[in-house]
């Protein structure tokens, strides 16, 4: 299965937050959508970081309440894994476990163009199962 089936099943929407707006905008923002990280970006197009509930926690653990007016590119991850449409599940699958990555964004022609969560890629894993599944049944019983 490629990341391509999963966009289709889910869109391509991706919330993003310029690098100025400040952790508490980040905040209303993953509360607003119910997600877990946002792509920092200016334009809406380029990758600049993503920033994650876990990069709040941490950083707020560090700094205290202060943090949530600063800039979001204080607390964001710069060096942000990305995949292609084209690419394997299976691959990400493991990046993200590799890595304990929960969120990777999907570049198609150097654009943002989706992004893909580990709940995703745990669904998607289900939903073949299932359909394995219901082969294998299907197989049985003639």
Same mark, same amino acid.
């Given at each position: 299965?490629?990341?391509?089936? *999963?966009?289709?099943?889910?869109?391509?929407?991706?919330?993003?937050?310029?690098? /100025?707006?400040? $952790?508490? +905008?980040?905040?209303?923002?993953?509360?607003?959508? !119910? *997600?877990?990280?946002?792509?920092?970006?200016? /334009?809406?197009?380029?990758?600049?970081?993503?920033?994650?509930?876990?990069?709040?926690?941490?950083?707020? !653990?560090?700094?205290?309440?202060? =943090?949530? #007016?600063?800039?979001?590119?204080?607390?964001?991850? @710069?060096?942000?894994?990305?995949? @292609?449409?084209?690419? !394997?599940? #299976?691959?990400?699958? @493991?990046?993200?476990?590799?890595? +304990? *990555?929960?969120?990777?964004?999907?570049?198609?022609?150097? +654009? =943002?163009?989706?992004?893909?969560?580990?709940? /995703? $890629?745990?669904?998607?894993? *289900?939903?073949? =199962?299932?359909?394995? +599944?219901?082969? =294998?049944?299907?197989?049985?019983?003639?």
């Amino acid at each position: 299965m490629r990341i391509s089936e *999963i966009l289709r099943g889910k869109g391509e929407d991706v919330a993003t937050i310029e690098p /100025d707006a400040k $952790v508490r +905008r980040l905040l209303a923002l993953l509360a607003e959508h !119910n *997600i877990g990280a946002v792509v920092v970006s200016t /334009d809406g197009s380029t990758i600049e970081g993503i920033a994650s509930e876990r990069d709040v926690v941490r950083r707020l !653990n560090e700094r205290g309440a202060g =943090l949530l #007016d600063e800039p979001v590119s204080s607390i964001m991850t @710069a060096t942000v894994r990305t995949c @292609a449409p084209g690419d !394997n599940i #299976d691959d990400l699958r @493991a990046t993200m476990t590799e890595h +304990r *990555i929960r969120h990777v964004p999907v570049v198609r022609d150097g +654009r =943002l163009a989706g992004i893909v969560s580990i709940g /995703d $890629v745990v669904k998607s894993a *289900i939903a073949e =199962l299932e359909t394995e +599944r219901e082969q =294998l049944v299907d197989y049985i019983s003639r």
